[in-house]
């Protein structure tokens, strides 16, 4: 049988992200909706040193049977808290950017590492393609020991206030959706144009 209560031990962070919702972005949802282009709204800069300082993973492997996959619950009970304030801000948290889900969700350690703390922005729309990652074309290919990317986005999802892009390539339309991969470019990078 399917369980569908929330684990008592994941209901603070429910109520935390309901509080957030409540007293931080709804307040100023309109604000930014009529400004509509903006730095990052200074509201949420404590919002993210709060989130910074706290830890990530789901704690120790094996240390509860409890809970399973609590860390993804957590994240998932967060963001739709979140989301009932106010989208649009929920993304817009430095440092919890649309590309660090991707960075996190499949990105080596290593990467994790580099890149989970910088603000990272999503690039897969496309001429063409909007956001369906299966129709993306433009490509990545090895230069010696270097990726190049060549194509077109028509929308970076946070690009302006990123710190490092996730770009959406395909290693080759012939190969399919297996060949849909995504690259992490620092904003600094000088082949970012």
């Known amino acids: 049988m399917i369980n569908l209560e929330i684990p008592a031990k994941l209901e603070q962070v429910q109520?935390?992200?309901?509080?957030?919702?409540?007293?931080?972005?709804?307040?100023?949802?309109?604000?930014?909706d009529a400004i509509e282009?903006?730095?990052?709204?200074?509201?949420?800069?404590?919002?993210?040193?709060?989130m910074a300082a706290m830890p990530r993973g789901g704690g120790k492997k094996g240390?509860?049977?409890?809970?399973?996959?609590?860390?993804?619950?957590?994240?998932?009970?967060?963001?739709?808290?979140?989301?009932?304030?106010?989208?649009?801000?929920?993304?817009?948290?430095?440092?919890?950017?649309l590309g660090n889900a991707a960075v996190m969700a499949v990105g080596t350690p290593e990467q994790k590492e580099k890149y989970g703390k910088?603000?990272?922005?999503?690039?897969?729309?496309?001429?063409?393609?909007?956001?369906?990652?299966?129709?993306?074309?433009?490509?990545a290919e090895m230069d010696g020991d270097e990726w190049v990317l060549n194509g077109?986005?028509?929308?970076?999802?946070?690009?302006?206030?990123?710190?490092?892009?996730?770009?959406?390539?395909?290693?080759?339309k012939s190969l399919g959706n297996a060949a849909i991969k995504s690259f992490i470019v620092h904003r600094d990078n000088p082949g970012l144009q």
């Open 118 to 139: 910088l603000y990272c922005a999503m690039a897969i729309t496309e001429p063409g393609a909007g956001s369906d990652s299966a129709a993306v074309s433009t490509s």
């Open 152 to 172: 077109e986005k028509i929308y970076c999802t946070a690009g302006q206030r990123c710190d490092a892009v996730v770009v959406w390539a395909t290693l080759g």
């Open 37 to 50: 282009h903006c730095d990052t709204p200074e509201e949420l800069k404590p919002v993210a040193q709060m």
């Open 63 to 97: 240390a509860s049977d409890e809970i399973k996959n609590g860390s993804n619950m957590t994240g998932i009970l967060a963001v739709e808290a979140m989301c009932w304030g106010d989208v649009g801000l929920m993304l817009s948290i430095p440092g919890s950017g």
């Open 15 to 32: 109520q935390m992200a309901q509080q957030l919702a409540a007293g931080v972005f709804r307040p100023i949802a309109r604000k930014y």
